[in-house]
């Protein structure tokens, strides 16, 4: 492959991310319809446990999801109500083949809850581990693992 083909895809899995990303934030299910791909396996399992204390507190989350259709309503259903904001950045990003690549995302996202909520916000950071394959011009999220390293919870 030569580098200007890697670099556009490259660059077409940076959008697939970014866009995923704002799409969570701003609850978009149409946006985020179409970052992941049709047959996505997203897995949830430990997302919201404490890797210091083992603690689990939404073990609801605990599940690994098939299909787009799944993919997009846990991301509207788990956040609604929900204030969030998602960053990733300095992406290690490997191209496959033509079709297929895989990254490792930094990443640190906060919750602010509603009122009545057990905590007023929480602060999370750790990996996303993801692949992706072309879909024509574009490049979907294929499947997506979470890796907590640290999380914090803010108490009213």
Known sequence: MDAITKLEAIEGIRLAKARQQRGVDTKDGDLLRRVW???AVVDCRGV???PVTGANSAPQTDVVLHGVDEAVASALDSLAGI???HHVSDPE???ISVTTG???WPQVDRLWFAAGSPFRAFIG???YHETYER???DWRIKTMRMERTR???VPW
Do not use: N
Request: hydrophobic share 40%; proline share 0%; charged share 30%.
């Open 135 to 137: 879909v024509g011009e």
């Open 93 to 95: 990003i490997e191209i």
């Open 83 to 85: 204030v969030s904001v």
């Open 37 to 39: 791909a049709d047959d």
């Open 48 to 50: 919201m446990t404490d």
């Open 102 to 104: 895989r990254a490792t």
């Open 151 to 153: 999380l914090e919870f």
């Open 125 to 127: 950071y750790g990996y």
